[in-house]
């Protein structure tokens, strides 16, 4: 847990994704084109940012001590959804060329296009360009893990982190992260999606709840951490 | 989630844990063996059972659909704590034989001797009772998996549920339980250990305040599940 899922668009997004990029068609006024892939080690210096943007976006750097070793030593040790799992979201204002090296037998890239208002100006593209031709941006990310339910007797996933970089919220793109993760979980047979939100979050509270979401009101995490976690080391 | 920690005692077990059992000392009163190991597949018609009363517990029976299938075909599909792990809790009036079969690389059985003030009768002795002497029963289990803190780079463990059955409550058996739980996340390195709790429930909150967890009173869980789950097989 957490880290927060940052308040996603209270609002459907102007721009709702058309679909997947169609040859035959022109894409009007600014087309933004998204896609969303499972990450490898080679993402980890891009996510180890997004986490620490999460984290200031949060007021919670006091908590963030996350390294690119950390994460590389503890990320991507097992298959896709197994266990600790990242989609990462990336922005073109170009179609994807097609890489091969993205599809896998666990999941295929997603591609959308959305047609914005306004050209988009990202001030941290050099930070997050990502790919030979420097078109591609990194947006965003999702980590999600199986947790599982004892009652249902199957397992589900938990969403510990949701996060698009700040020029590209309020266009879906949050939506659609969470949208696959659910879509993931369907086509597993899973029986749930499960994450927090901070109870003062209206906004993201409303978005979630029409995402399908319910909110649980009564319940409460409870955490053991730091030195009274430590204590435990030698308790049995 | 879901399934809720059933509320452990209040206040510290009248008889705390007296250390490994040693030939040379003869317990005094009503001693009462516990041990902790890893469960196995053969396991499953007693967690079965248990999380059944823990749903009646609960009063959220209409939540429980888990059946001996259901868990067989998703427990016990990876080594232990890389994915869901149970601990079962075996108690026993007399010391519990050497079995080698449940000593593994990953975790070695802990064991205690409980001394009570009272003999116990436990009136489902029948139901749960374990092993070729029939003098061994199971009395509780906690299920726990990875889970994953982005701001500390690093793994902890979530503990799904945790469950005592009535009859040997308010003896400290929760504590162990949670206790194993604690140091073994200790011994991995892990950041934290998690769960939920209600939070009308103050006996368990006070527990587990005690036993030196936050519970932090910001996060609300959202869950998306059934139908409006269901809604996201074809939406990507």
Chains 1, 2 share one sequence.
């Not at 996603?8 to 998204?34: I, N």
């Not at 959308?112 to 208002?117: K, P």
Request: with cysteine.
């Amino acid at each position: 847990m957490a880290a927060a899922a940052p308040p996603p668009p209270p609002t459907p997004a102007p721009s709702a994704p058309t679909g997947l990029p169609d040859s035959d068609s022109t894409p009007v006024g600014h087309p933004l084109f998204a896609r969303i892939r499972l990450a490898t080690p080679l993402d980890i210096p891009h996510i180890h940012k997004l986490i620490h943007q999460m984290a200031i976006f949060e007021k919670l750097t006091h908590l963030f001590t996350a390294t690119e070793s950390s994460l590389a030593s503890t990320l991507f040790k097992s298959p896709p959804f197994l266990s600790f799992t990242i989609f990462l979201l990336e922005v073109s204002s170009h179609p994807f060329e097609k890489d091969s090296n993205f599809h896998s037998q666990s999941f295929t890239p997603i591609e959308r296009i959305f047609n914005l208002d306004h050209s988009l100006i990202d001030p941290e593209a050099e930070t997050f360009k990502n790919g030979i031709n420097g078109d591609v941006v990194v947006a965003g990310f999702v980590l999600f893990f199986p947790n599982f339910s004892t009652f249902l007797g199957k397992p589900g996933f938990y969403v510990e982190d949701l996060f698009v970089r700040e020029c590209y919220r309020r266009k879906g793109l949050g939506k659609l992260l969470l949208s696959a993760v659910a879509s993931q979980a369907v086509k597993m047979g899973y029986g749930r999606v499960e994450w927090v939100v901070l109870d003062w979050n209206v906004n993201a509270i409303k978005f979630y709840e029409e995402m399908g979401a319910n909110v649980l009101p009564e319940w409460r995490i409870c955490r053991l951490t730091g030195p009274a976690l430590e204590a435990y080391r030698d308790a049995i």
